[in-house]
Nanobody, 126 residues
Framework: QVQLAESGGGLVQAGGSLRLSCAASGVRIGLSTMGWFRQAPGREREFVAALSWIGVNTPYPDSVKGRFTISRDSAKNTVYLQMNSLKPEDTAVYYC???????????????????WGQGTQVTVSS
């Protein structure tokens, strides 16, 4: 049974940083594409970052480029999202997701991901 558990969310002031973690069980992150998505109230779930099973980064969307970084620790079977220079518009529930299809590059489409965590709330105050 695949389980993804996000942690590390919280309330932070604009300009601050947070590091989200996604601990995986039932799936080896080194053999899966791992992604981060977010969903703000009243909005669609949107792509934030992804890392293919061979470690190829998918280009970040302009909204987070230069501020967010995805990484993984295969020994801990955990994926991270380092978020710097946070803005109020980054406020959302952040979700970790796993795509078991091994592609060279990671998908940016939420429909391609097979498993999802419960999400962690990130709130950035101005």
């Amino acid at each position: 049974q695949v389980q993804l558990a996000e942690s590390g969310g919280g309330l932070v002031q604009a300009g601050g940083s947070l590091r989200l973690s996604c601990a995986a069980s039932g799936v080896r992150i080194g053999l899966s594409t791992m992604g981060w998505f977010r969903q703000a109230p009243g909005r669609e779930r949107e792509f934030v970052a992804a890392l293919s099973w061979i470690g190829v980064n998918t280009p970040y969307p302009d909204s987070v480029k230069g501020r967010f970084t995805i990484s993984r620790d295969s020994a801990k079977n955990t994926v991270y999202l380092q978020m710097n220079s946070l803005k109020p518009e980054d406020t959302a529930v952040y979700y970790c997701a796993a795509d078991l299809v091994r592609s060279y590059s990671a998908s940016t489409s939420k429909e391609d991901y097979d498993y999802w965590g419960q999400g962690t709330q990130v709130t950035v105050s101005s």
